[in-house]
């Protein structure tokens, strides 16, 4: 299984960006989808993250501003940053919770995407 996120970069704050994560790979069906940011250590707190059954889950930080959507048809995880602030500055890991097709359940992580809120 394979994840390739996109969409990245650098924003002023105020500003909008949008994360696209997309699973590829010996995958049945996806569970959860969502995104981290890493933090100090080995910390990579939740971002914002969308389960198989329509529920979302939001970081108190992210309510109201990011908004997380999936697209099961492509396997895609997107994640709609607005009014963006130099605290959201930070690497951001699209996560996968799949069941493969040897039927283990799985978890995966991209590689990670900066993002940088600076003016």
């Known amino acids: 299984v394979q994840l390739a996120e996109s969409g990245g970069g650098l924003v002023q704050p105020g500003g909008s960006l949008r994360l696209s994560c997309s699973a590829s790979g010996s995958i049945l069906s996806v569970y959860n989808m969502g995104w981290y940011r890493q933090g100090p250590g080995n910390q990579r707190p939740l971002v914002a993250a969308?389960?198989?059954?329509?529920?979302?889950n939001y970081a108190d930080s992210a309510k109201g501003r990011f908004t997380v959507s999936r697209d099961d048809a492509k396997k895609m995880v997107y994640l709609q940053m607005n009014n963006l602030r130099p605290e959201d500055t930070g690497v951001y890991y699209c996560?996968?919770?799949?069941?493969?097709?040897?039927?283990?359940?799985?978890?995966?992580w991209g590689q990670g995407i900066q993002v940088t809120v600076s003016s």
């Open positions: 996560h996968v919770h799949v069941l493969r097709t040897d039927k283990l359940p799985s978890h995966y």
């Open positions: 969308a389960t198989n059954y329509g529920t979302t």
